[in-house]
């Protein structure tokens, strides 16, 4: 079993900064790509930023500039540096990572709880 857990939300006004964690757990061999995801009221859930386990990163446009995505490999950890925030920011941010388990051929997708980011105009 895999778990992630995501630290590091909260509140923030307009232009500030915050700093989102996210450690996997459990038993595993390896981790190919980590990621963040967002979900705002009333929208669907949308690609923030990700980054492979040889530090390739990508990110959507509204938020390129402003995010940092870096991660841990020897912690199994990600993060998401999240600077001159907007009130646009302000969703559920879900960390992601696809995760080999050690008898497994393949890997697949976890998920995170969850962790609220809003961002006050």
């Known amino acids: 079993q895999v778990q992630l857990v995501e630290s590091g939300g909260g509140l923030v006004q307009a232009g500030g900064s915050l700093r989102l964690s996210c450690a996997a757990s459990g038993s595993i061999f390896s981790i190919n790509a980590m990621g963040w995801y967002r979900q705002a009221p009333g929208k669907q859930r949308e690609l923030v930023a990700t980054v492979t386990s040889g530090g390739s990163t990508s990110y959507a446009d509204s938020v390129k500039g402003r995010f940092t995505i870096s991660r841990d490999n020897a912690k199994n950890t990600v993060y998401l540096q999240m600077g001159s925030l907007e009130p646009e920011d302000t969703a559920v941010y879900y960390c992601?990572?696809?995760?080999?388990?050690?008898?497994?051929?393949?890997?697949?997708?976890?998920w995170g709880q969850g962790t609220q980011v809003s961002v006050s105009s």
């Open positions: 992601n990572a696809h995760v080999r388990l050690p008898v497994a051929p393949f890997g697949r997708d976890y």
